[in-house]
Each structure stands twice: as structure tokens, then as C-alpha cells.
T-cell receptor, first 115, second 112 residues
Framework: DTGVSQNPRHKITKRGQNVTFRCDPISEHNRLYWYRQTLGQGPEFLTYFQNEAQLEKSRLLSDRFSAERPKGSFSTLEIQRTEQGDSAMYLCASAYRGGLNTEAFFGQGTRLTVV | GESVGLHLPTLSVQEGDNSIINCAYS??????FIWYKQESGKGPQFIID?????DKRQGQRVTVLLNKTVKHLSLQIAATQPGDSAVYFCAEKGAAGNKLTFGGGTRVLVKP
């Protein structure tokens, strides 16, 4: 499968713990996005990278959230001191900038439950 | 599997009939639009896209119509099949932006 891969698929954590998610984009894609989705809502933008540079962050991304893409390939999203309100599906998407079509392809997501 | 959305607008359609899903957008500067399909427990799946210099685009069994005057987007699915049951989202990107902004979603239920 050469699509976007996210790990883990599910994560249950206690409030106050730190969690880290990983996203492996489609190999030739230079753009990588993180979104958050809660039940009944569309995905909400969190942040995006062009290669290794983090170019935009949403106001939704509090200082407890940090994302990295150190070599311009895979990315990690860390949430520190998790809160119950962080429970959501975290989606990663990748896209290729430069082509006529710039559709973003999504991974299967990481479902986070904070108890 | 886990439900994507419990309180979404729902379109019930008979198998074999055509489906039309509507989406209104607010940003007149948006220049690129995508329809995604999301099945329970899965990430959004790309269906079809359209640029603002077009008003219609067709794919396999799907057609997207764009009316920039009233900022309205629609997705038509021909001969709806049970596998089309899912939540459908429209997404838009502004000319100066780099991210997709999603609408609220519509659940499609196909009745056999």
C-alpha cells in the first residue's frame, strides 16, 4: 500500500500523559497536513509542512501541541499533558505542490481517547 | 466500525437512483474544491475536484457542479450503489491559502 500511513490507529491515554503520533506520507509528496476531526464534524486544519518547514499553524494548535517533519519525509504530532477535549481523530494528509492537481490524500487517522 | 457523524444531514436514496449532495461555501476567493467520501472508521477518500475556472467536471459515475455566483457546489452520483453509503464532505482552498477548509458533511444512506 503506497498511501498515507498513520500509526497508531488507536490510542487510549490517561489525562495528563503525553502522546505522539506518526504519519508517513506518499513518498513523492512534499506537502504534509495535520487535521483533527471530532464526531459529526468535518476535519479541522491544524498545521502543514512544505518539505521540512512548518509553514502554517492553526489557532487550534495550542502550545501543548507540536509537530515536526525533520527530514521532509515522515511527520510526528505530539500532544503534551493531554486533556479530555483532545479526544478526536487525528488525520494526516499529503499532497504534491507543483502539479496541476493539488488534491490531498488522507491516511486512516489515529483515534485518540483521553480518559 | 465507529460512526463518523451522528447528527449530520442525511440523504436516503434508493439503490439505482441518482444522488445529489449540496454544499455552500463562504469564501469568494476560493479557487479549488474537492469532494471527499468518508466511511466509518476511515480517513476521507478523494472523489473528484474542480477549479474555479470550470463549472462542471465529470468522473466515473460522479459529476461536480460549481456555481460561483451563489457560492454553491454539488456532487451528483449516478446509479447510487450500496458502497456509496458514507459521509460526504466538500472542501475548499483559497487562492492565497494552502490548506483545505471542510464543510459540515452529508450522510448518504443507500436503501436496497
Amino acid at each position: 500500500d503506497t498511501g498515507v500511513s498513520q500509526n497508531p490507529r488507536h490510542k487510549i491515554t490517561k489525562r495528563g500523559q503525553n502522546v505522539t503520533f506518526r504519519c508517513d506520507p506518499i513518498s513523492e509528496h512534499n506537502r504534509l497536513y495535520w487535521y483533527r476531526q471530532t464526531l459529526g464534524q468535518g476535519p479541522e486544519f491544524l498545521t502543514y509542512f512544505q518539505n521540512e518547514a512548518q509553514l502554517e499553524k492553526s489557532r487550534l494548535l495550542s502550545d501543548r501541541f507540536s509537530a515536526e517533519r525533520p527530514k521532509g519525509s515522515f511527520s510526528t504530532l505530539e500532544i503534551q499533558r493531554t486533556e479530555q477535549g483532545d479526544s478526536a481523530m487525528y488525520l494526516c494528509a499529503s499532497a504534491y505542490r507543483g502539479g496541476l492537481n493539488t488534491e490531498a490524500f488522507f491516511g486512516q487517522g489515529t483515534r485518540l481517547t483521553v480518559v | 466500525g465507529e460512526s463518523v457523524g451522528l447528527h449530520l444531514p442525511t440523504l436516503s436514496v434508493q439503490e439505482g437512483d441518482n444522488s445529489i449532495i449540496n454544499c455552500a461555501y463562504s469564501n469568494s476567493a476560493s479557487d479549488y474544491f474537492i469532494w471527499y467520501k468518508q466511511e466509518s472508521g476511515k480517513g476521507p477518500q478523494f472523489i473528484i475536484d474542480i477549479r474555479s475556472n470550470m463549472d462542471k467536471r465529470q468522473g466515473q459515475r460522479v459529476t461536480v457542479l460549481l456555481n460561483k455566483t451563489v457560492k454553491h457546489l454539488s456532487l451528483q452520483i449516478a446509479a447510487t450503489q450500496p458502497g456509496d453509503s458514507a459521509v460526504y464532505f466538500c472542501a475548499e482552498k483559497g487562492a492565497a491559502g494552502n490548506k483545505l477548509t471542510f464543510g459540515g458533511g452529508t450522510r448518504v444512506l443507500v436503501k436496497p
